[in-house]
């Protein structure tokens, strides 16, 4: 319990244990950010609670943001002052206490244009947005600060001199999305939550008075199936809302707007420059966002209407994100640049939307609702305020017994947060002492935090697990095994995909290390010779798909290349 451990064995544990007689108090359906904030919101509160996700955790929109924690500068213009307190609010809280493992402060710069009209009202709107972060949590984050060209471009050297008049640098703050959400499933399981990924709802059992009471789960892995009594059912699959609603048998609940948004990776060292940028366009905004080893630069956002599985950037999306950064850099980017891509799907409320309707008009604020009695939906929102909404969500579903199981989410670290930054301040005497190089710690430790002792100890174990993986030095065979044996990998591309960001890290979307890694996750789940290779043709076959994706035009014809590819567990 300890270690809050995901695993094969303890997925099947948990798809025994919820479909026993004593039943669920609220069984979870989608394993994105804002189920696994909905389970880990339960489970401290003591309930009987259950998630399960059709594909592996963090597979859809959490594995593809913009990996932002932000209070939504563009919302404040809106005049949305609550929702953007509210994500001001969360931001602190993940920063200064329930992770910052995970979320680290982030200063961007904006350059200005215009001499005395838009610094004015940047000045204004950022002062605003300042003001607010530090009454909704004060000190998470320094207030802005204004710099004139010269200083600018000794900021960001690779700034084109007449893109600019001056700038400013103001913080929001990034989040390794994936991470997050595998650590909110795993602390849940650490307070008794139950958790099976590559595991779907089939159908939803209702009493004779037309109450959801119920649901039929399919191992995806297995084909086995588990009938599960629950009293409450929270929908919380995004995209999908709207076919999971459907199973209660409603024609109500809510409706979203696919729309999708895609970023590329651009190498380091392609961009000279100590900060983050923030670059206005004429349909929205763009981040070019600093990594360790790259930058991430998105986002479009763009009604979608093709397959909600996988979707894939395709080359009229990659050349607007390219002529919008390169408006801004000096050394224009070009496709050959880029050693990474990945597309994802915000799911937006369409309150009285028309079709063809743009989706960035749309209110990114969440709603509960009841679809059906014992049925509740939520969606809309945004990763930063996924606490709040699983919190609206577990009240919502618990009615009057609310008051007397309040949540406790505001004041519980996740799973390494706590002693986080002791550990941080004694990285080079773990380095010293464990052999490991001071930047494998620094990793490990904004990876795992606290649980940095769990790698290393494996390591002690078995020293082998502390070598660098061929072809992705970056990390280690420890983290590979912990991956399996903690954050329940059951495929190649789990690994690749969200427990590792090879997929978009790597020019070859992380194939060279793919060997190495199903032999250390091939001993560990008991893989034979067959089992393996067909691990690697299907990651590899993903590769191909979404590389040919890449070079087209039509998002229906990008987007049927790759759903030629299909899925490691079909839907």
Known sequence: MSEAILSAASRQESLTAMADEQGLDILVIGGG???AGIVYDAALRGLRVGIVEAQDWASGTSSRSSKLVHGGLRYLYQLDFKLVHEALAERGLLLEYTAPHLVKKMPLLWPFKHRVIERAYSTMGVGLYDVMAQMAYCGSVPIQRHLTRKGALETVPDLRKDALIGAMVYYDARVDDARLTLNLVRSAAQYGAFAANRTKVVAMDKDGTGRVVGATLRDLE??????????????ATGVWTEESEAMGGTQGGLRVLASKGIHIVVPKD????????????????????????????GTTDTEYTEDLRNPVANKADIRYVLEHANQVLQDPLTEDDIIGTFAGLRPLLQPG????????KVSREHTVAEAAPGLVVIAGGKLTTYRVMAEDAVDFA???????????????????????????????????ESGLSLDHVE???????????????????????GKEIPGAEEYLAAEIAFGVTHEGALHL??????????????????LEAAKSIADIMGGLLKWNKEKKQQELAAYEARCKAEAAAAQVEDEAESQRIRDHHGEVTPM
């Open 493 to 510: 591309e789990d690994t690749l995909c969200h427990r590792t960001r090879l997929t978009y890290e790597k020019r070859d979307r992380g």
């Open 33 to 35: 950010i804002t189920g």
């Open 222 to 235: 297995t084909g086995k199936e588990y009938k599960v009594r629950t009293r409450s059912i929270i929908n």
């Open 398 to 432: 618990l009615g009057n017994r609310a008051k007397q199981l309040p949540s406790l989410t505001k004041e519980t670290p996740l799973r390494g947060a706590a002693g986080y930054r002791a550990l941080w301040n004694r990285r080079e005497q773990i380095a010293q």
């Open 270 to 297: 392609r961009i000279k420059g100590s900060t983050g940028m923030f670059v206005r366009t004429e349909k929205s905004v763009l981040f070019i966002i600093p990594w360790k080893r790259y930058w991430i630069i």
């Open 353 to 360: 939307v028309k079709a063809g309707g743009g989706s960035t």
């Open 443 to 465: 990793d490990l430790l904004d990876r795992y935090g606290t649980d940095i002792e769990l790698i290393l100890e494996s390591i002690k174990k078995d020293p082998e697990l």
